[in-house]
């Protein structure tokens, strides 16, 4: 709490100075600035790891009411670079509550700045693109931190999934019977993730994002899954070839978020770097198949640039984009489908929703309904 | 998918008058839905009983009935117009139970009319209390749950539902709004009580008995869904105040604060399975939880399927704005198919974010009702509310605190050296100054854990009050307030005046520091994004930020000061004039900029004007923003005219500081309120004034008093509205007023006025522009003098005055306007007493009968002054058209329609401490909340009309009551007789009776309540009443009962009326005016007419004046 009065500031790389107090671990810390609207799930923002490398602003300006749980991480720690916030919590109210936000953010190293004008921040970011920061609650010598926070390598071409993902494969067993094994490619992960396959009867195995294709088909899974993750999806070159080998192999696949980028990248799409991103949990997506909307967590900011007024063939079947944000027409979704048949989806944004609604949880659904038709299929084809 | 097209017409429902439970908020959300039906083409037939709200303006709809909203004036309307559709979820409970009542009643079915917005099947099924608890239990999301409970029919089945559940728990009737006889019960005695109560405040006669989660953390989501079953989640709210208190008397803070994101979907989750297993379709809902604090188990409370009160607090607090997406969801649109209005690009089916936080304090007026016990249950009692925007909880708190008007806020003064103990036993009790003692709590010592502990609050909360608590001490022991500490204490919402009386200095001084050291706020957009996407709606407030998002600008600013929460004497009625001076302000050339706090109203949508601040209207708020457009582009004036009290009372300090004041000046204001530079005035022209004097002792007033002659009227000096003010009859019950109340004292002294008993009083609307007077109307009050002219019902034009009256009248009106030096409005209230007009008080300001005299008129008064404020004159204005060409709005004609207005009184909401009703006599002090209006042909059908409107409708047959006091008995005889004569029996106390007896009216004598019962068990009035074998009361005060004391008879009587929803009438120009609606009622078919058919007629009539 002492920390709370001590001068802080924060620099971005176009020069605009914001002056705050101290929030979290004292230091200095950089990354690629980025603004998050969500008004809960702060536990689950900063335990995201597609947040590596980023200083995350809030929008919500109350942030810690809750404290800090040993239930909502996820994943083993925090990851984002550094977090600004407007009006941290003195105390915790939550039954489920353990320590504070401040408490856990000094013990894991996370160097924070608080008291700041976010909403300037926010629309600064808004107007000029997520941008290159620094905050330093030890010096509060701006023109020193700018030159500091330009040094920085920028996120367009970053390759960060090495950093996050897991170092050994490892397995979380099926609840309840075990209908179907999936091959999870951990590109930054998010527990609620292999959970939510897990309450489907999916024995999940959480694989490095290095692993190589004869490790994949050793596990003979059922499905291939692609996770969510930080960086620039230019650079997940392992995880894309491992897409077209399971594609090629016909093991049906589902991606999320980075996992999006990933297959659309395996189907010869480019991908983008927004201006500024979608980092909330209310963004509206529809579904271009039922016509329905779905009110969606996302985090990202990259896109796939693909055509949205017409299919695309490739040499794995013909794919089209399925889901679209509302606010900005963002490509949101792909569906590749081979004779009619669906081989191979995903999203751009989160159906686990940890923080988010659970609008879109009916995709882990579709992933059990697609492995188990392809199944059939194959049983089928063995007994022909 | 498109807007349906197989439906061309559309009736919609309004909610009637301003009632506790249901007001305001259904202006602005039925306002929104005829403008955006209006737009898509279709043609809106609205019916609305309520002449003050905007909604009733005949250019919100095609056809606009003000008639009773009762299933048979609603019928006749559907006869008259055959609407295709009939839209009833945007007009509160009353358009609710009306839709439900034709419905059943088969008169949809008969004219093929289709409700649209919510089914009726889904209306019962969220408004049934069994069929919703169904409704959860079978939801699809595993452990929904609702708290355990029994539907009872009667008091056996409530005392057998009390012995499962135990104590406490609590009483909800179903079919009622704003949990009218719903409460807990700790015991058998109270359960008996209330259980009684409850049954018959349920249409239904059915009582849900629930076990209770008093103390629970309290929540609510506004939800939207359409008809392709798309949801979204609009918005939030926790209750500051645990489960116990009603939402709409919790303190409210939006977005939930204390929720993880865990549970907020939990939750989320809920509230979308439940609006679609209750089958809205189209439109909205509100669903209250409650989550146990200690184990987090989530408990679904009720849900109303329609907007409500909350619903108008989430429109405001997010930017999204409910009625109208309901509307346009009504009729065929999906949600992605609606813009959302503030970005413009991106569409309306998402869920806002807020990147503020929004807080409601509701607005009590106990003081009005000192005998009512003022514990806050889940029985509504609040009159109105204010919201705060900050950027922090406490900022937004401070700003609503001071929004209220009520007290000085929270935290001040010195450390208080009250008990800990007694403070902590008096917290537990949520009253309507709760927050306000916790803060003398943190003063005197104690912790947040112990404030917890008594309260139930969430200590999350507590900790930020504790915040501004520790703030407040730095600021009153540092040296020197700098501006660290300074920007510090303006951040956690602590004002000027907080901060100069911290210090001790003046707040003047404290603005003069601040701005020298450069702490000045900047102003925010509301923009239901968090600045994702740029807004383009300048929907802004105020915080201690670094940026600030106020535009540049080239056309002229007004900036309009609208009237603060609702309250008795201060209502709806003043928003309708500020609205529609941002009208004709923006028809006119300038920039039209609304400040007000109020979420319930019109003035308050983002729509409304060209730049609306929402922030508190105190001297320190309103400075900054003006300095804030001056800084924008040029500014043309403030109105203060428009707003009543709340702009009225910083007019001065205003124009001190430098503010440029439109209109009336300031002193002209405050020259009208001086009572001898006023009498100055009057004599000028010649007038009178009823003899006055003061006094600060008994004996002075006493002195007064005989030289004045009795009754006097009396009050202290230094309040408004008729606080305090009562009439006395004789020199006992004067030195009881001195030595009771405690409005009076040495530095405080009594105003003694002449009461002119038997006088009419008169009341005025007038526009002056420094050289012509242009009357609005002159109303006749059907009360006589005495009875505050809010209570008191009147008609327009005035039933019984001739044409040499009227001319006085407007000589009169015209010699103060000059002498006082209008520009704009000017309220006039006359007696006229044995042919003498005696002036009783001139405001030169809008006045709560604008709206009226507007309507009945077809004249737009408010647009009128304003462009009057702005510098045109009366003779410019008859030539654009706003004003009658020839004539004004005293004008009579035959054929001419004649409108009532008329009070409706919240008696029936007050209970005192024991458990009783409060007494429900009119007085000098204002206590209506609401008014409605009949308008026709006739005195008696207009009267008839406005009696409907209150009570359903007065009774045409069976047994009346009479007991009048001896100086009314003379004048009962004739109204009495020609009841007796329609065939209604005539029961009466002896008294009473035997002065009947003697007019040959067949009377039959009936025992006092303080009689008891006879030997032979014959029943007293009290008795009847409570049998329902009394169609009609007729009682008036013996002349001394004061505030609703409980006392004999009469009192017995009136409560019991109002338990039974009998027509209680306690004066006899009151019980004139019923014996002609009741003949109206009887001769035949009572018809209705829209604004728009009678203005046609009227503009036909000038057409023709002016031609010849």
Same mark, same amino acid.
């Given at each position: 709490m002492s920390a709370h009065e001590q001068d802080a500031i924060l620099v971005l790389e176009d020069g605009r100075v914001f002056r705050g107090q101290a929030f979290g671990a004292i230091g200095e810390t950089f990354g690629e600035a980025v603004f998050s609207t969500g008004m809960s799930g702060y536990q689950e923002t900063l335990t995201d790891p597609s947040y590596y490398g980023q200083v995350v602003v809030a929008t919500a300006p109350h942030i810690g009411n809750t404290g800090w749980n040993d239930e909502d991480d996820e994943s083993s720690r925090i990851w984002v670079a550094g977090y600004v916030v407007r009006d941290p919590s003195r105390v915790p109210s939550n039954w489920r509550s353990k320590r504070s936000l401040d408490a856990e953010l000094v013990a894991q190293g996370?160097?924070?700045?608080?008291?700041?004008?976010?909403?300037?921040?926010?629309?600064?970011?808004?107007?000029?693109?997520?941008?290159?920061?620094?905050?330093? $609650?030890?010096?509060?010598?701006?023109?020193? +931190?700018? &030159?500091?926070?330009?040094?920085?390598?920028?996120?367009?071409? @970053?390759?960060?999934?090495?950093?996050?993902?897991?170092?050994?494969?490892?397995?979380?067993?099926?609840?309840?019977?075990?209908?179907?094994?999936? &091959? @999870? +490619?951990?590109?930054?992960?998010? $527990?609620?993730?292999?959970?939510?396959?897990?309450?489907?009867?999916?024995?999940?195995?959480?694989?490095?994002?290095?692993?190589?294709?004869?490790?994949?088909?050793? +596990?003979?899974?059922?499905?291939?899954?692609?996770?969510?993750?930080?960086g620039d999806p230019s650079t997940a070159e392992n995880a894309a070839a491992l897409c077209r080998r399971a594609l090629a192999a016909g093991i049906p696949l589902f991606g999320i978020c980075m996992g999006n980028q990933v297959l659309g990248r395996a189907l010869g799409f480019d991908t983008y770097k927004l201006k500024y991103g979608h980092r909330g949990i209310n963004q509206p997506v529809l579904d271009r198949a039922s016509g329905r909307i779905g009110i969606t967590a996302h985090n990202h900011g990259f896109a796939v640039d693909a055509p949205t007024d017409r299919p695309v063939d490739t040499p794995y079947g013909r794919v089209e984009v399925s889901h679209v944000c509302l606010n900005d027409d963002v490509v949101e979704g792909l569906r590749l489908t081979r004779d009619g048949r669906l081989a191979a989806f995903s999203v751009q944004y989160h159906p686990e929703a940890a923080a988010g609604p659970h609008d879109a949880a009916y995709l882990f659904d579709e992933f059990v309904a697609m492995m188990a038709d392809n199944t059939s299929t194959t049983k089928a084809g063995e007994q022909a | 998918m498109p807007?349906?097209?197989?439906?061309?017409?559309?009736?919609?429902?309004?909610?009637?008058?301003?009632?506790?439970?249901?007001?305001? #908020?259904?202006?602005?959300?039925?306002?929104?839905?005829?403008?955006?039906?209006?737009?898509?083409?279709?043609?809106?037939?609205?019916?609305?009983?309520?002449?003050?709200?905007?909604?009733?303006?005949?250019?919100?709809?095609?056809?606009?009935?003000?008639?009773?909203?009762?299933?048979?004036?609603?019928?006749? /309307?559907?006869?008259? #117009?055959?609407?295709? *559709?009939?839209?009833?979820?945007?007009?509160?409970?009353?358009?609710?139970?009306? *839709?439900?009542?034709?419905?059943?009643?088969? /008169?949809?079915?008969?004219?093929?009319?289709?409700?649209?917005?919510?089914?009726?099947?889904?209306?019962? !099924?969220?408004?049934?209390?069994?069929?919703?608890? !169904?409704?959860?239990?079978?939801?699809?999301?595993?452990?929904?749950?609702?708290?355990?409970?029994h539907i009872c029919h009667s008091l056996a089945e409530i005392e057998a539902a009390a012995e499962d559940l135990g104590y406490p728990l609590v009483l909800r009737p179903s079919y009622t709004m704003g949990g009218v006889g719903s409460g807990f019960a700790h015991d058998h005695d109270e359960l008996v009580a209330m259980a009684t109560i409850g049954l018959d405040a349920s249409p239904a006669t059915e009582v849900l008995v629930e076990e209770s989660v008093l103390g629970w953390k309290e929540l609510e989501l506004e939800v939207m869904r359409d008809k392709t079953d798309n949801v979204v989640v609009v918005c939030s709210i926790e209750n500051f105040d645990p489960m116990g208190v009603h939402t709409g008397d919790s303190i409210t803070v939006a977005p939930a604060m204390t929720l993880t994101d865990r549970e907020y979907q939990r939750m989320r989750d809920v509230g979308i399975e439940i609006i679609r297993a209750v089958g809205v379709d189209t439109g909205g809902c509100n669903i209250q939880f409650a989550i146990n604090p200690e184990d987090g188990r989530l408990v679904v409370i009720e849900m109303n399927p329609r907007v409500s009160r909350s619903s108008a607090l989430a429109s405001k607090a997010t930017g999204f704005p409910i009625a109208k997406i309901a509307a346009k969801l009504a009729v065929g649109y999906t949600l992605d198919e609606i813009p959302n209005d503030i970005t413009r690009q991106t569409p309306a089916s998402f869920e806002p974010t807020l990147d503020y936080v929004i807080v409601k304090v509701p607005r009590f007026a106990f003081e009005k009702f000192p005998y009512a016990d003022s514990t806050l249950t889940t029985h509504m009692k609040s009159v109105g509310e204010v919201m705060g925007i900050g950027r922090n909880f406490t900022e937004a708190l401070g700003k609503a605190l001071r929004s209220t008007e009520q007290g000085s806020g929270f935290w001040l003064s010195d450390s208080f050296d009250g008990d800990v103990d007694a403070i902590l036993t008096s917290l537990a009790r949520p009253h309507d100054s709760r927050i306000l003692e916790i803060g003398e709590a943190l003063r005197a010592g104690a912790t947040v854990e112990q404030i917890a502990e008594a309260t139930d609050i969430d200590p999350w909360f507590l900790d930020q009050l504790a915040l501004v608590h520790e703030i407040g001490e730095q600021v009153r022991d540092a040296d020197e307030l700098d501006e660290r500490l300074l920007r510090k204490a303006k951040r956690h919402g602590i004002s000027d005046k907080q901060l100069a009386v911290l210090r001790g200095v003046d707040e003047a001084d404290v603005r003069a520091r601040r701005w020298e050291l450069g702490v000045r706020p900047v102003f925010k957009t509301v923009d239901t994004c968090a600045a994702e996407f740029e807004a383009r709606t300048p929907y802004h407030y105020s915080s201690y930020d670094e940026e600030t998002e106020v535009a540049a600008r080239e056309r002229p600013a007004v900036l309009i000061l609208g009237s603060g929460p609702n309250r008795i004497g201060q209502g709806i009625e003043f928003d309708y004039s500020c609205v529609h001076a941002a009208q004709v302000l923006s028809a006119s050339g300038y920039e039209s900029i609304m400040i007000n706090c109020n979420p319930e109203t019109v003035s308050t949508d983002y729509d409304t004007s060209d730049r609306l601040y929402f922030e508190p209207l105190t001297l320190e708020d309103v400075l900054e923003i003006y300095h804030a457009e001056c800084q924008a582009g040029p500014v043309a004036g403030v109105i203060v005219q428009l707003g009543g009290q709340t702009p009225l009372r910083l007019s001065q300090r205003l124009k001190d500081a430098g503010v440029q004041i439109v209109g009336t000046t300031p002193e002209a204001i405050f020259l009208a309120e001086d009572r001898e530079a006023f009498e100055k005035v009057l004599d000028d022209a010649g007038l009178p004034a009823p003899k006055y004097g003061m006094a600060t002792s008994f004996?002075?007033?006493? *002195?007064?008093?005989?030289?004045?002659?009795?009754?006097?009227?009396?009050?202290?000096?230094?309040?408004?509205?008729?606080?305090?003010?009562?009439? =006395?009859?004789? #020199?006992?019950?004067?030195?009881?007023?001195?030595?009771?109340?405690?409005?009076?004292?040495?530095?405080?002294? =009594?105003?003694?006025? !002449?009461?002119l008993d038997d006088a009419i009083e008169i009341d005025v609307d007038a526009l002056y522009d420094g050289t012509e007077l242009y009357v609005g109307g002159i109303m006749e009050h059907i009360e006589e003098a005495g009875i505050h002219s809010g209570d008191s019902a009147c008609s327009l034009p005035p039933a019984t005055l001739g044409d040499a009256v009227l001319e006085h009248i407007r000589t009169s009106t015209e010699a103060i306007a000059r002498g006082v030096g209008v520009r704009g409005l000017i309220n006039i209230q006359y007696a006229l007493s044995a042919d003498t007009l005696y002036v009783i008080e001139a405001n030169p300001r809008a006045s709560r009968t604008v709206p009226f005299v507007s309507k009945v008129t077809n004249t737009q008064l408010a647009k009128a002054a304003t462009l009057i404020m702005l510098g045109s004159s009366i003779a410019e204005l008859r030539a654009s058209g706003l004003l009658r060409p020839v004539d004004d709005g005293a004008a009579r004609w035959p054929g001419m329609p004649i409108a009532v207005k008329e009070a409706v009184m919240p008696f029936s909401r007050f209970l005192t401490e024991q458990g009783r009703s409060v007494d429900t006599l009119l007085g000098p002090e204002m206590r209506s909340t609401g008014e409605v209006m009949g308008i026709d042909r006739s005195f008696g059908v207009a009267f008839a009309k406005a009696q409907d409107a209150v009570y359903g409708s007065l009774p045409t047959g069976g047994t009346v009551f009479v007991s009048a006091a001896n100086r009314d008995k003379r004048h009962i005889v004739l109204p009495v007789k020609e009841l007796s004569q329609m065939g209604f029996r005539i029961l009466a106390t002896a008294g009473t009776a035997s002065v009947l007896m003697m007019h040959d009216i067949d009377v039959t004598t009936v025992r006092k309540y303080t009689e008891g019962r006879g030997p032979d068990g014959e029943p007293t009035i009290v008795d009847l009443i409570e049998d329902d074998r009394i169609a009609l009361i007729f009682n008036t005060p013996t002349g001394e009962t004061r505030g609703g004391r409980p006392r004999g008879d009469g009192y017995e009587i009136r409560t019991a009326a109002i338990g039974h929803g009998v027509p209680s009438i306690t004066t006899v120009q009151a019980l004139e005016s019923a014996v002609q609606a009741i003949q109206a009622a009887r001769s035949g078919d009572i018809q209705v007419r829209s604004l728009q058919a009678w203005g046609a007629d009227m503009d036909e009539h000038f057409a023709s004046a002016r031609a010849h």
């Open positions: 996370v160097v924070g700045i608080s008291g700041i004008d976010t909403r300037a921040l926010t629309r600064h970011l808004r107007d000029r693109g997520a941008m290159r920061v620094g905050i330093s $609650s030890v010096s509060t010598d701006a023109d020193a +931190l700018l &030159a500091r926070v330009r040094r920085v390598p920028p996120m367009a071409g @970053a390759d960060l999934i090495g950093y996050v993902t897991t170092a050994e494969p490892y397995v979380i067993a099926a609840q309840g019977a075990r209908k179907f094994t999936v &091959a @999870a +490619l951990d590109l930054g992960i998010k $527990s609620m993730t292999p959970h939510q396959l897990a309450e489907r009867g999916i024995e999940v195995h959480v694989l490095p994002a290095s692993i190589s294709w004869e490790q994949v088909e050793a +596990l003979a899974p059922d499905g291939l899954f692609l996770s969510n993750g930080p | 807007k349906r097209t197989d439906i061309s017409s559309i009736l919609v429902i309004g909610s009637g008058p301003i009632v506790i439970g249901q007001a305001a #908020e259904f202006d602005y959300s039925g306002t929104q839905a005829c403008r955006v039906l209006r737009d898509e083409g279709y043609r809106v037939i609205l019916v609305n009983s309520n002449p003050a709200t905007i909604m009733t303006d005949p250019e919100f709809a095609d056809a606009t009935y003000i008639e009773p909203i009762t299933p048979e004036f609603v019928e006749k /309307v559907i006869a008259a #117009e055959r609407p295709d *559709a009939l839209l009833a979820t945007l007009g509160g409970q009353t358009a609710l139970n009306t *839709a439900v009542a034709l419905h059943e009643s088969g /008169v949809l079915a008969r004219y093929g009319v289709e409700i649209i917005g919510a089914s009726v099947e889904a209306i019962q !099924r969220g408004e049934d209390r069994e069929q919703f608890k !169904r409704v959860v239990q079978g939801l699809d999301v595993g452990d929904a749950e609702v708290a355990r409970s004996e002075q007033a006493k *002195a007064v008093a005989e030289g004045i002659g009795y009754p006097v009227l009396v009050r202290p000096s230094y309040v408004l509205g008729g606080r305090g003010m009562e009439i =006395v009859y004789d #020199e006992p019950s004067l030195a009881s007023y001195i030595e009771n109340s405690a409005l009076v004292g040495p530095d405080s002294p =009594v105003l003694v006025d !002449r009461f």
